[in-house]
């Protein structure tokens, strides 16, 4: 089409399009026209995300500076959240440790136990129990997190009782295991990083069970081969294999953790003390907090939650970020090129 | 080291599918013996019996006897993973360990025979490798990690990663098949000095690499789509090549059919 206009140049003509022209003129720019609106869709859908994420940014940072400038406190190290007082005085110092030390020990929890019922459904069950039992985890990452919350705060608490008594008994010198009352009930960070952990298993397991199903069976063979036991095999060949697979899924399951909102906020009896005591019911999470003051927030009040939940966000990004950069420094012996 | 294969009445299954029929045959030690035959006869399926994969396959059953020497290979008190580390494989694709360094992928077997000391390490990755043809193309790049090497030295670095842990056998799964004509012409050449080492069960779907490596060859045949595999005749490489004794080894072999 270019070529015949640029060389026929100026007319315009009408009795130029005989039947052949017209056929050949007509059906390639059908075909650039689908080509152009995939082009449009696809295109616009990444352009779309890139907007949708800074107008997010945008939003919290000009919520949340709003509110920053007016508190009267440190908001990095402030333990309290008053943002109702003359002058407000509130931070994010309880929140952010709540955050992030649920996290990672709903992390260890989960991340081992994840990986193990992966390679259980995988590489050692048999498949009339393998089918079910990965059916089953399905089942489990599609319960609504409040349903979690009301399972944690109805059963779980008073059954963590025994668990509590056992680590403060034997592991109470360690400070973080240490119970300031005894037997009290444990609406603590440590339920919630329990109750955390297990709702972000079937994530991870679902992710893991998926990589470990790829790995090459000339890799799994070229380990057998050499003598290797069930084990060895995994240890060899799998896990290296599904490496960078384990690590994007275990971040989906940190972030969600990170972000719980309902199971935290219906299970922690939360406070604005930072305990290193991890079984005493105090602490709070960012999405906790938000949880429970929103609804009788003032405008303020609001923006200052808001702040809050910039912090969980840039958070957010750091860990993806430093993810993608583990993932990024092994890229050479990633078995995606063999 | 080399030992004798002694194989009587052997029979593989998938599930209920009986994919080779009853072979009895006798390869003697630091001998190369080549597989041939159409697809589909069962070939391979026979070399992975002579070290216990076949039954790694969901439904895969053997019956019948692998002497070693004396030691039978199906005996009930044998450990599958402990004959596996007497029977060397290389198979079809070259598979080194993809996230393993060139020298990990070597030391990969002694280590799991609880061979670790670096020193022996050292000196039994480059006997291999040496052993592998390989040596002076690795040797400055040792820690560089296996899947960077052209296709014909990764099927060497597999080479040397089976001949690492000093296998009584070597089996070979259409080793070449994945490769250019020179690096196939490298492997030929490896294998003709791997036999004084090692006792060499190969299988190939080209004749011609079958005449020039082997010293016996056997031929396979299955009767009809769905029928198990059988051996048809094992013998001397240059008179199934020149004599055959059975007609269907002759038509297969001059092109007939297959």
Sequence with gaps: ????????????SPPQPSAKPETEVRERPALRAGDRLFLGLSGGSGILLLVLMAAIAGFLSYRAVNAISQDH??????????????PPVFGIAVLAFGTIVSSIIAMAVAVPVSIGIALFITHYAHRRIASPLAYVVDLLAAVPSIVYGLWGALFLVPHMNGLDLWLDRYFGWTYVFDQSTPGSAARSLFTVSILLAIMIVPIITNVSRE?????????QEAALALGATRWEVVRLSVLPFARSGIISASMLGLGRALGETMAVATVLSSSSVLSLHLLDPEGGTFAQNIASHFGEATNFGRDALIAGGLVLFVITLIVNGAARLIIARRKEYSGANA | MAKRI?????SAFYGGFRAIDDISMTVEPRTVTAFIGPSGCGKSTFLRTLNRM??????????????????????????PVSVRRTVGMVFQR?????????????????????RRRKQELDEIVE??????????????????????????????????????VEPDVLLMDEPCSALDPISTLAIEDLIGGLKERFTIVIVTHNMQQAARVSDRTAFFNLAAVGQ??????IDETERIFSNPSVQATEDYISGRFG
């Excluded at chain 1, 089409?1 to 315009?12: E, F, G, K, R, Y």
């Excluded at chain 1, 406190?73 to 003359?86: K, Q």
């Excluded at chain 2, 002694?6 to 052997?10: E, I």
């Excluded at chain 2, 040496?130 to 014909?152: C, I, Y």
């Design chain 2, 228 to 233: 198990p595999g059988k051996l048809i005749e």
């Design chain 1, 73 to 86: 406190g440190n908001f990095f190290t402030t333990f309290e959240w008053n943002t109702d007082t003359t």
């Design chain 2, 127 to 164: 006997k291999s490798l040496t052993g592998a043809n390989l040596w002076n193309e690795v040797k400055d790049r040792l820690g560089k990690p296996g899947a960077g090497l052209s296709g014909g030295q990764q099927q060497r670095l597999c080479i040397a990663r089976a001949i690492a």
């Design chain 1, 1 to 12: 089409m270019d070529m015949t206009q640029t060389a026929d140049a100026p007319p315009p």
């Design chain 2, 94 to 114: 070259p598979n080194p360990f993809p996230t393993m360094s060139i020298y990990d992928n070597v030391a990969a077997g002694l280590r799991l025979n609880g």
């Design chain 1, 211 to 219: 990589v470990f199903r790829q790995v090459p069976r000339a890799h």
């Design chain 2, 6 to 10: 002694d194989v009587s009445g052997l």
């Design chain 2, 54 to 79: 076949h039954e790694v396959t969901p439904g895969g059953r053997v019956e019948g006897k692998v002497l070693l020497d004396d030691e039978n290979l199906y005996g009930s008190d044998v450990d």
